[in-house]
């Protein structure tokens, strides 16, 4: 008989009730709670007292943490599996640089680049095997997508639901098409129930994304415990973060929003309590596509997620760029709670994805969102849309996301293109580089990538347009050789500058992802904010031009301890008492450190 300590089973029992609180399940709690923890392999002989409890908080990550985010097969080589050369590009070009790797999903699947999983424990083979992944977990913190909320319509669970019986027959959330869904909150314009005939007869299978990725049954235990088991299996393979997808969807519940609903955030703490006490320094991170304050709720009360994607930064920082104006930027940085020691914030301003509108509905008006929007659509950018009712109950599309490279979205500004997209580029990873939380940087940005048309137009995606695969012979050559076009060049001159600021900011204790943040006032055309380490030892004053004209500010307007000397970190240049003015060329930014 399994033994389980006392105190862990007895709020494991806890989360479940609240979980199932208004579901009939057929076994005890104090039996689910128990095949929980045994799936999880946390019996007494294993878990010697609260692991977590050996490592502080401010442990989890440092100055150094730096996720750089890619697919399996960002990098092809001939003869060689993808996994194997993104081995390669880490060791060769991130060594030193970047401690962790997000690599999206890596499994078998029918469609969404990966998101539409068919089998949840096995490597898709056209990217390598799990020691190509076990390898690359011995050398980086490995961060892995656990697609929660959906499997592909082609799976084996899937497949076995329409014929009623085996593993899956009983995995699906179904719904009539007579229940009231009209308040149901999606990002997609498709129907929302897929028409499925089955053994049973016809069944209508709830699908939050498309039809090809079929909504799984939370209200039935047998779907969680198997999430667990396969949680288990990734920490065996070294994950050590898990990027919880789209798990704002995860409970549905006919006439509500079927969006953040309690029994959601109640799976998140229950998951991380088994992960941490599993592994003490694995990281839940959520991500949730929507309003900002509906974001920060994941965080809970530090007992959720460790991190919550920032979700509003991107959409910002690139309207800031674009109009040369940091006011709602600012605001919204003033708003925005310190995390709790033990949680922090995981930025980002690119990705896989599109830049998502949604966060930032309530900061920027309907009209700065539209402006945003076209100068977007002017650079190469196209637009993917969600179904909604209006007041009078039409349905209407709405802008969801804008999918363009973020490099070909700062190559100019709402008055149309420029020569300072680099600079301007770089800014914006300046700027994040420097706040709160852990930066999360994806390879493209990396790489300065513009937007991939002809994969786009290939895959009949939007989002493809950010999904370039370099060839691994190509990218050695531009990033290596001395003698390049001015074409060729800005791949080279974008890494080197990037990895620059990267080396500069794992030194840095002011950058610590919980060092005091405060936000700084000069005008709408800088974006100063400043840093302070825990141990308050160092203090950092970042300050960025956003504009493409000079800029001024006087030293004394952010009030630098005069007993101290400072320093530009970038430059290195020293400041002196009596340089009072301090001159910003368009898209500059310092770093003034004391240290």
């Known amino acids: 008989m399994s033994l389980f300590d006392s105190a862990l089973l007895q709020r494991s029992q806890h989360l479940l009730g609240m979980i199932y609180h208004e579901t009939e399940v057929d076994l005890p709690i104090s039996v689910l709670a128990k095949n929980l923890l045994e799936a999880m392999r946390l019996e007494s002989s294993h878990f010697e007292g609260a692991s977590h409890d050996q490592l502080h908080p401010s442990d989890l990550w440092d100055q150094s943490s730096t996720v ?21 590009f880490l060791d060769e070009h991130c060594d030193g640089l970047i401690n ?12 969404d680049d990966g998101f539409s999983v068919m089998d949840f424990s096995s490597i898709n083979e056209s990217l390598g095997d799990w020691e190509d992944i076990q390898s690359i977990s011995r050398d980086y913190r490995l961060m892995a997508d656990l697609v929660i909320n959906h499997c592909s319509s082609r799976s084996l669970w899937f497949q076995n639901f329409i014929k009623g019986e085996g593993p899956g027959h009983d995995y699906f959330y ?11 909150v999606r990002p997609r314009t498709s129907e929302l129930l897929r028409a499925t005939q089955t053994q049973k007869g016809l069944q209508h299978v709830w699908c939050t994304f498309s039809h090809d990725q079929v909504d799984l049954d939370f209200r039935n235990p047998d779907v969680l415990l198997q999430f667990v088991k396969i949680i288990r299996q990734y920490l065996d393979m070294g994950v050590r973060i898990f990027r919880l997808d789209a798990i704002a969807f995860l409970w549905k519940k006919a006439g509500s929003q079927s969006i953040n609903l309690e029994e959601t955030h109640n799976v998140v703490r229950l ?45 910002l920082l690139i309207n800031t760029l674009l109009t040369g104006n ?27 994805d599109g830049m998502g509108l949604r966060p930032v509905e309530g900061i920027l008006g309907d009209k700065e969102t539209q402006v945003l929007v076209d100068t977007l659509q002017n650079f190469g950018g196209r637009i993917s849309w969600r179904a909604l009712e209006n007041e009078v109950g039409e349905s209407i599309q709405k802008p969801y996301e804008v999918n363009i490279a973020l490099f070909d979205a700062l190559k100019g500004t709402i008055n149309g293109e420029d020569d300072n997209g680099i600079d301007r580029f770089v800014c914006a990873h300046a700027i994040m580089l420097g706040l709160e939380g852990i930066p999360g940087i994806y390879v493209h940005s990396l790489l300065a990538t513009g937007n991939d048309y002809q994969r786009m137009e290939n895959t009949g995606h939007n989002r493809s347009i950010n999904r370039h695969q370099w060839q691994y012979d190509e990218l050695q050559m531009l990033l290596n050789s001395s003698s390049l076009t001015t074409a060729d060049s800005h791949h080279k001159t974008v890494f080197t500058q990037l990895k620059n600021l990267l080396t500069l900011r794992q030194q840095q204790k002011a950058f610590h992802p919980n060092a005091l943040q405060f936000t700084l006032h000069l005008v709408d055309s800088i974006f100063a904010y400043w840093r302070q380490s825990i141990d308050k030892s160092q203090s950092i004053f970042c300050i960025s031009n956003i ?20 320093s530009d970190l970038i430059t290195g240049k020293k400041l002196t008492r009596q340089e009072m003015l301090v001159q910003l060329v368009p898209y500059q930014t310092l770093w003034i450190s004391n240290s």
């Not at 309590?273 to 596509?289: G, K, P, R, S």
């Open 68 to 88: 750089m985010i890619t697919y399996g097969d960002s990098f092809l080589s001939a003869n060689e599996k993808p996994l194997i050369t993104l081995k390669h």
């Open 100 to 111: 962790s790797v997000h690599i999206l999903p890596f499994f078998p699947f029918s469609s």
């Open 174 to 184: 179904t719904a009539s098409p007579t229940s009231d869904l009209s308040q149901v």
């Open 271 to 315: 998951l991380r309590l088994l992960i941490e006490h599993a592994q003490m320094d694995a990281v839940i991170i959520t991500e949730t596509n929507i309003p900002n304050r509906e974001n920060l709720s994941y965080f809970g009360n530090a007992n959720e997620a460790h991190c919550v994607y920032n979700f509003a930064l991107p959409p």
């Open 326 to 352: 940091s006011h709602h930027l600012k605001l919204w940085l003033m708003s925005m709670p310190p995390a709790q020691l033990g949680t922090t914030y995981f930025n980002f301003i690119a990705s896989h």
């Open 547 to 566: 504009s493409d004209q000079s800029q001024e500010f006087m030293l004394s307007d952010i009030n630098l301890d005069c007993t101290c000397n400072w």
